[in-house]
C-alpha cells in the first residue's frame, strides 16, 4: 500500500464526521431489519413491509428529531389508512379513486404539521388502497408494522450509542481555522514572489469558500445543539447552549472577512513590493506569514506575538514613516490586526473537538523496521 493511499486512509479513520456517518448507516439498517423480523418473524404480520419502512423513515441524525419524525410519521400513517379506507369504500379500487386519493394526500401537505409527510400519505395510501383495504385484519396490521417500525427506530437511535453531533460540529470548526491559516501563509507567499492579478482574484475566491464552509458548520452546530435535546448521554449537557463555539464561529467569520479587505486592497496594487518599498513590505509579509502559520497550527502565543510586532511596527511607522503609500500601509495592518484578534482566541481553543479519533492501519514490524 502505497504511503499517500495509507496517510488517506489514516485520516478518514480518524475523521469523526465520517464515522458519524458510517454509524448513522449502520443504525438505519440495524432498525429497519430488526423492524421486519419483529413483524415478520416474531408477530407473524401479514404484508410486514411498512414496518422497516417506518424504521428508515425515523432514524434521524438527533434524538429529539427522530421522536418528533416518529409522531409525525404514526400521524402520516394513521391518516394514510383512514383515507384509502375511505376513498376505497366509497369508490372502490379505480383509476379515480387512485387520483382522488393522491390528490387529497397532496392537499393534505397544506397542513404544517403534515406537510412534510404529505408524499408519505400519499404512498401509504396508494400502498393500502391497491394491495386490499376490505380486510379489517389488513388495515389493523399495517398500523402496527407502522408502530413496530417507528418504535424499533426509536430504541436504536436512543440506546444505541444515541447520536451526538459534537465531535462532528468541532471538526467542520477546526479545519475552517485551518483554511484561514493556509490562505494567509499562501498570500505572503505569492506577495513575496510576486504575485499577478489572477492570484489575488483566487485568494478572494478561497475566502467565499471560507464562507461557505463557516454556513456549514452553524448548521453543524446548530445540529449538534439540537442533538443534545432528549439525549440521555452525559456529555450532552455542554452542548445544549453552546455559546463558547459561536463565539468561535464568528470571530472565524470575521478573519475571513479581513482576509477578504486585505486581499481586496492588494488587489488595488500594481506592484506590491516595489511599490511599498522594503522598509515596508519585508516585515509586513514576514508577520502575515507567522500569522498564518499561528493560525494552522493553533499557537496563541504566536499570534501574540504578531500582534506585538505589528504594534512596535505601526509605532515605528507613524513616527517615521513620509510616503503617499501610508493609507495602504494603515489599511494592511488593520486588517491584520484584526485578523489575529480574531484568530488567537480560535487558537487557544483549538482542537475544539479534542483530538482525532486514534484510529490508524497497523503497520507491520518487517515494513516499520525498513521504513
Known amino acids: 500500500m502505497s504511503e499517500s493511499v495509507r496517510e488517506r486512509i489514516d485520516r478518514r479513520l480518524g475523521d469523526p464526521i465520517w464515522w458519524n456517518d458510517?454509524?448513522?448507516?449502520?443504525?438505519?439498517?440495524?432498525?429497519?431489519?430488526a423492524a421486519w423480523v419483529i413483524a415478520a418473524s416474531v408477530l407473524d404480520l401479514p404484508q410486514p413491509f411498512l414496518a422497516p419502512w417506518a424504521a428508515l423513515l425515523v432514524v434521524h441524525a438527533t434524538v429529539y428529531r427522530t421522536f418528533s419524525k416518529g409522531a409525525q410519521q404514526v400521524a402520516a400513517t394513521v391518516v394514510a389508512v383512514l383515507l384509502a379506507t375511505g376513498v376505497g369504500e366509497a369508490l372502490g379500487l379505480t383509476t379515480g379513486s387512485i387520483a382522488l386519493l393522491l390528490v387529497v394526500a397532496l392537499v393534505l401537505g397544506a397542513v404544517p404539521w403534515l406537510g412534510v409527510e404529505a408524499t408519505t400519505i400519499a404512498t401509504t395510501g396508494l400502498v393500502v388502497l391497491t394491495t386490499g383495504f376490505e380486510s379489517d385484519v389488513l388495515l389493523i396490521s399495517r398500523l402496527v408494522d407502522t408502530g413496530i417500525g417507528v418504535a424499533v427506530g426509536l430504541l436504536v437511535n436512543v440506546l444505541v450509542w444515541p447520536p451526538l453531533r459534537r465531535r462532528t460540529a468541532a471538526e467542520a470548526m477546526d479545519r475552517i481555522d485551518d483554511g484561514i491559516g493556509a490562505l494567509l501563509v499562501d498570500i505572503a507567499d505569492g506577495l513575496g514572489e510576486g504575485c499577478q492579478e489572477?492570484?489575488?482574484?483566487?485568494?478572494?475566491?478561497?475566502?467565499?469558500?471560507?464562507?461557505?464552509?463557516?454556513?456549514?458548520?452553524?448548521a453543524l452546530v446548530r445540529q449538534a445543539q439540537e442533538s443534545a435535546r432528549m439525549n440521555p448521554r452525559r456529555s450532552a449537557r455542554a452542548m445544549k447552549d453552546p455559546k463558547q463555539w459561536h463565539g468561535l464561529l464568528r470571530r472565524m467569520e470575521q478573519a475571513v472577512a479581513e482576509t477578504r479587505s486585505l486581499a481586496r486592497t492588494l488587489g488595488s496594487q500594481q506592484a506590491h513590493r516595489e511599490t511599498w518599498g522594503a522598509a515596508f513590505a519585508d516585515p509586513w509579509l514576514a508577520m502575515l506569514g507567522d500569522a498564518g502559520r499561528g493560525a494552522r497550527s493553533a499557537d496563541p502565543a504566536a499570534l501574540?506575538?504578531?500582534?506585538?510586532?505589528?504594534?512596535?511596527?505601526?509605532?515605528?511607522?507613524?513616527?517615521?514613516?513620509?510616503?503617499?503609500?501610508?493609507?495602504?500601509?494603515?489599511?494592511?495592518?488593520?486588517?491584520?490586526?484584526?485578523?489575529?484578534?480574531?484568530?488567537?482566541?480560535?487558537?487557544?481553543?483549538?482542537?475544539?473537538?479534542?483530538?482525532?479519533?486514534?484510529?490508524?492501519?497497523?503497520?507491520?514490524?518487517?515494513?516499520?523496521?525498513?521504513?
Open 22 to 33: 458510517v454509524l448513522q448507516l449502520v443504525k438505519t439498517v440495524l432498525a429497519a431489519v
Open 304 to 371: 501574540v506575538d504578531v500582534r506585538r510586532r505589528l504594534e512596535v511596527f505601526a509605532e515605528e511607522l507613524r513616527s517615521t514613516e513620509r510616503s503617499p503609500e501610508w493609507p495602504i500601509y494603515g489599511a494592511l495592518i488593520i486588517n491584520l490586526r484584526n485578523i489575529v484578534d480574531a484568530m488567537d482566541v480560535v487558537a487557544e481553543a483549538n482542537p475544539i473537538g479534542g483530538n482525532r479519533l486514534p484510529l490508524r492501519i497497523p503497520v507491520r514490524r518487517g515494513t516499520a523496521a525498513a521504513g
Open 198 to 218: 489572477a492570484d489575488v482574484a483566487a485568494w478572494i475566491d478561497r475566502t467565499r469558500d471560507l464562507d461557505g464552509d463557516l454556513e456549514h458548520a452553524w
